[in-house]
């Protein structure tokens, strides 16, 4: 059974604490959301959540630029036209929609992976609460399992959370 607890903290150092304990105890990264009113910069490697768009938007790129190019040379060889002694395959114009179909790709690739990202095209649980957040705290929701719920109320209670509500059990 899954359960959700949220806590408030008032101090950035504090919730970060609290990640870290819980980290520790084995609740994944991808358990722990954190929500404010305004950004939270957090000290590297509490919340980090690793981002593999570089490496998506390269090989879009070059998946994208390879496939035009297989493309152009079928249609400027599988089309017989005289030309009059000039090549079929034409360097300049594969250049110029080769380059385009590349930028194409890391363009559209870089869109899609943000989307994901973010969550905005994700799955999510619908019964996970979303917390109304006041200006100057910082929400911490934490998605548990049962046999965790103790361990983790202790994390929070014990690095300060001003509020601690339950749900889901």
């Known amino acids: 059974m899954t359960v959700f607890l949220m806590g408030e903290f008032r101090e950035k150092e ?3 604490d609290a990640i870290r304990q ?3 105890a084995g609740i994944e990264h991808g358990s722990l959301d954190l929500f404010s009113a305004e950004p ?3 000290a590297r490697g509490v919340l980090d959540r690793p981002s593999r768009m570089s490496l998506v938007a390269v090989s879009a790129a070059v998946a994208f630029g390879l496939l035009a190019t297989v493309f152009i040379r079928y249609t400027q060889h599988d089309y ?3 030309t009059g002694g000039m090549p079929l395959f034409s360097f300049w114009a594969t250049g110029v929609i080769t380059y385009e179909m590349t930028m194409l790709g890391a363009i559209v690739a870089t869109f899609a992976w943000f989307l994901r990202e973010s969550g905005l095209i994700r799955r999510r649980e619908g019964d996970a609460p979303v917390p109304h957040v006041d200006p100057g705290v910082i929400c911490l ?3 548990c399992r049962a046999e965790q719920v103790a361990q983790a109320l202790d994390a929070l209670r014990r ?4 509020q601690i509500e339950r ?3």
């Open 40 to 42: 939270v910069e957090l």
């Open 80 to 82: 017989k036209l005289v």
């Open 22 to 24: 819980l980290r520790a």
């Open 159 to 162: 690095h300060g959370a001003v």
């Open 14 to 16: 504090r919730a970060a």
């Open 167 to 169: 749900s889901g059990l």
């Open 141 to 143: 929701r934490v998605r």
